[in-house]
């Protein structure tokens, strides 16, 4: 039997009563699917809800656009925040351009090109 060669002498023929069959049909559908949200921040403050969404296992897609116009410090304080928090849950973050970020949790990846 190719299997002996393989493995060994020690290795036996398997018959029916050792098979277990799974039911496959009782998944939960449901359970794969992602939420991919879209926020803004407006001031440092919307980070808090922000980080929520991320830590909860959404991806979020975040619009930086009117908080860089405004104040660029608040910009760098609130996106150090939610970087801090993607390595702290093994997520990641990345900039779009100037006016988007993109903030995954740990299941998720951000393949930068």
Partial sequence: MVLERLFGKGMKEIGEEEFIELDTES???KSERVPIKVD???DFSDSDRVQ???REGSIVLVKIKSLREKDIS???R???KLRKTCIAINGDIAGID???IVLTPSFAHIARM
């Fill in 52 to 54: 929520k969404q991320v």
């Fill in 74 to 76: 608040e910009l760098k």
């Fill in 98 to 100: 100037e006016d988007w």
């Fill in 40 to 42: 803004k921040i407006e």
């Fill in 78 to 80: 609130a996106i150090d």
């Fill in 27 to 29: 998944l939960d559908r």
